[in-house]
């Protein structure tokens, strides 16, 4: 909205695009040089991300980062950029959890329709799922077939919703049903429970894990790291399979799904514990783990410690069990990747967990939400390379940030931060692969400007720093390479 | 939370205690040196904030900087450490609005009692306030006496509450009743305009800025520089004041308040004009700006352009006006201290008025909120030592950010930027004088170890970083360490 006629200081315009382009070259792809192919591209989804932004910006219609991502979700599927970023080989998804991943319609479609599947009502009329040949009486949680329960209800399709429903932390009024961080984090943590009644039941969780791949496939995601509990995997005959066991479920499925699918890349496992255990449960885990590296040493990548920041034990806490591997003579390998500074608290434990990440080595950091408040820690992730795992609708849904404008990866993004968006739980909160999150970056995160570099940057570094090796590195960039330019050519076509 | 028995690395936790030590040596008042009794005073301090993060940190007390303020008021007034605020000298208030400064319940009680004080409803029963001799006949908003209206109520309080609150944002209800910063902004404006009626009113102009130095000196600040519109006072006799006029009646009323009050340092004007006028206007104001500044050179400071960033004209649009003082032959003397950067939106005209304000040699910026998504800019800041003027309430009321503990000043907390804290316009969102401003940065803006030290040091940058002349500053920084004496001794007599 320039004025026209203006006698405009040439010198002055000459000095202030300067710094506007310097600014530009130090941000995360800044300093990419476009094909001619890809420029044209790149103009067709400025277009589309200029009008999205100035129906906002000048005519008041609601944006979507400055909206709960529940009541943004119908305008990100309607937005031209969301689908151009569904089409964009988007690399790996390097920040995702177990019992998370995958679309929870498809779960209710699947497990609560098998054989042998059974729910329960408790005392405060929460469901409870789990597998039986036949079920053990529970007094306080009588054991029913879901189909028993689905054939006395007059309208199926509104019981696997209200079955959806009890998994999800979708809410129409979030701000209301979730007043609260601890009250978010009780909710989730209750559905992701009640999920694993259902996960957990050994033929569900190998095809849970096999439509997790399916679903990041078709969002164009061609590699994932999961974070894993390795849970206690079950079956009708009460066998309850070991960490190992379940590993080896992952392996199988993974090689498997590769098998069906030579386009995608494949996937590693890091071995998670909850931050509440004890220092010598931790310890154990540590060890076991270590050995698990070589005994899986295509699909199990290192370890990492889950579950609320705040509340939970800091990495301090386990210190000892933590230095093991490195301390031991000759040092045992196991690579880490904490999740930490998951808070809006600055100066607690939870913020501290930043440095006592970096300081042991991790190689990557989960979240990092509180990175751009410590000075020196900034200076050694640029140091070290460590990758900070963005997952920007997980920060909002679970109540770290409302709009995601304000979310601190912001700065990093602006400093050219080693970063990579990741989705965390996104079946939690209805997401499905990561062009929601890469939505949410590129609109919200990034600024006004920041274009295809920025998400050519994004998908190239979730192959860099993921923890495949270089060999593997290689194929995968390759393979990358080979579809960027089919979804370069094939938006040209259109 | 740290187990014990653990055998530590002391290597490990002297690393680490290394890394957090400099980064508190960055920050704000990070290299400050307290004496004994500082130190004693600082333990009081830090005993009261410990325990109330710890009650929201470990026991789910609500965090005021996380709330509303119009919800997290009343535990705000209830604090410790809010009280200890409260006594202690905070030097000056840097960034205040001319018609927005004082207690709304003092206007109310003073000028709504006032002889030939008038209002009238109009067709959507919203108050107009004027002063008359007699009033005009005006049919679609026919005036009265207040006293009209306030002889027919049953309950003359509640009739005053009804027009303390026509003049206010507060509301019980700040989510629903403002949802977006478009609507808070409509009403910010509205809110202001209808107290203009009474504030431009020449005798209550004069009492009303007697009273904002009288309440900031009440809340222990000591100088105060004000944007002012230099607007159209007016008289009974339809008189209507110059804007040098109006400038006298503020070096008058400075003048004999210091008087009154020799322990109060003074107050300068920095004049404003709303950034939707045309170029040519602005250009005018500019020059009789310049020649103000020779006129009033101890009270008049410099020049700046407000309203709504978002929807209001760039720097860049008035660029020919803004650069006229410098390129003039002789260049002609007119600090700016521009807001910029009040927004969410990256990338766009708002946002980029950080570089243009910095590039006209802004003295100091008012807001900056956005600055830390600008490297180049951090930069220039840094070495123009540039204060920013955060203002915490105004940028949560405004709707920038929710969770003060989001706010990106906690980014030039931790950098150790010039940064001085004001109020902006507190007598709207109901607070009063800086120490509201100066608990948000204390407990939500610094992290949890954030102590004395940086308090000490805003309060003496807001005197460093003023509009003062040397001479001026060194005067207000002795009177100032007289002060703080004052209030170290008598905290530490309690
Ligand atoms: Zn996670
Ligand atoms: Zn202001």
New interface residues.
């Given amino acids: 909205?320039?004025?026209i006629n203006?006698?405009?200081?040439n010198s002055?315009l000459q000095?202030?695009q300067k710094?506007?382009d310097?600014?530009y070259l130090?941000r995360i792809g800044g300093n990419l040089v476009l094909t001619h192919a890809e420029d044209k591209v790149n103009q067709i989804l400025m277009a589309a991300k200029d009008r999205e932004?100035k129906d906002s910006?000048?005519n008041?219609v609601?944006f979507p980062p400055?909206l709960h991502f529940f009541e943004a979700k119908p305008a990100i599927e309607n937005s031209t950029v969301f689908q151009l970023i569904k089409k964009m080989p988007k690399g790996g998804a390097l920040h995702l959890h177990d019992c998370s991943m995958t679309d929870l319609r498809w779960l209710v479609k699947t497990a609560t329709y098998m054989d042998n599947c059974y729910m329960c009502y408790d005392q405060n009329k929460k469901i409870n799922f789990h597998f039986f040949r036949s079920p053990p009486q529970q007094p306080g949680c009588p054991w029913h077939p879901v189909s028993f329960y689905r054939n006395q209800t007059a309208n199926v399709s509104v019981f696997d919703d209200m079955l959806y429903q009890s998994m999800s932390l979708e809410v129409t009024d979030p701000?209301t049903s979730y007043p609260?961080l601890?009250a978010v984090w009780r909710k989730f943590e209750e559905v992701l429970m009640r999920a694993n009644g259902l996960i957990n039941y050994a033929p569900v969780f190998a095809a849970y894990y096999y439509q997790a791949l399916k679903e990041f496939m078709e969002d164009n995601v061609q590699y994932i790291e999961v974070r894993a509990l390795l849970p206690e995997v079950y079956d009708l005959d009460g066998k309850i399979y070991t960490p190992v066991q379940v590993m080896e479920i992952y392996r199988n499925t993974t090689v498997k799904f590769v098998q069906d699918n030579p386009t995608f890349t494949g996937a590693k496992v890091i071995k998670t514990n909850l931050r509440f255990k004890t220092?010598s449960i931790i310890k154990s885990d540590i060890i076991a783990s270590a050995e698990m590296m070589s005994q899986f040493p295509d699909h199990f990548a290192g370890y990492d410690l889950v579950g609320q920041e705040?509340?939970g034990?800091?990495l301090?806490?386990y210190?000892?069990a933590l230095?093991y591997p490195s301390?031991h003579q000759p040092p045992i390998y196991l690579p880490y990747f904490f999740h930490a500074g998951e808070t809006?608290?600055?100066?607690?434990?939870t913020?501290?967990n930043l440095?006592?990440a970096l300081?042991l080595n991790t190689t990557r950091i989960g979240h990092g939400y509180a990175l751009?408040?410590?000075?020196?820690?900034m200076m050694?992730v640029q140091k070290q390379k460590v990758a900070i795992e963005v997952n920007p609708i997980s920060n909002q849904v679970l109540k770290?940030?409302?709009?995601l404008?304000?979310h601190?990866a912001?700065?990093l993004f602006?400093?050219g931060f080693p970063v990579v968006i990741s989705a965390d739980d996104p079946a939690v909160w209805g997401a499905k692969g990561l062009s929601y999150d890469f939505y949410e970056a590129f609109m919200g995160l990034?600024?006004?400007?920041?274009d295809l570099k920025i998400l050519k940057q994004l998908a190239m570094n979730s192959l860099t720093y993921s923890a495949m090796k270089t060999q593997e590195k290689a194929q995968a960039l390759d393979m990358w390479n080979t579809k960027w330019q089919i979804f370069i050519n094939s938006t040209l076509e259109e």
């Fill in positions: 909205p320039l004025g203006m006698e405009m200081d002055y000095d202030r710094i506007i310097k600014e130090t932004i910006f000048y008041g609601p400055n701000q609260t601890d220092p705040d509340p034990k800091p301090l806490y210190i000892d230095l301390s809006d608290w600055e100066g607690t434990s913020d501290y440095i006592d300081l751009p408040k410590h000075s020196e820690a050694m770290l940030v409302d709009d404008r304000n601190p912001a700065i602006e400093q990034a600024g006004r400007d920041a």
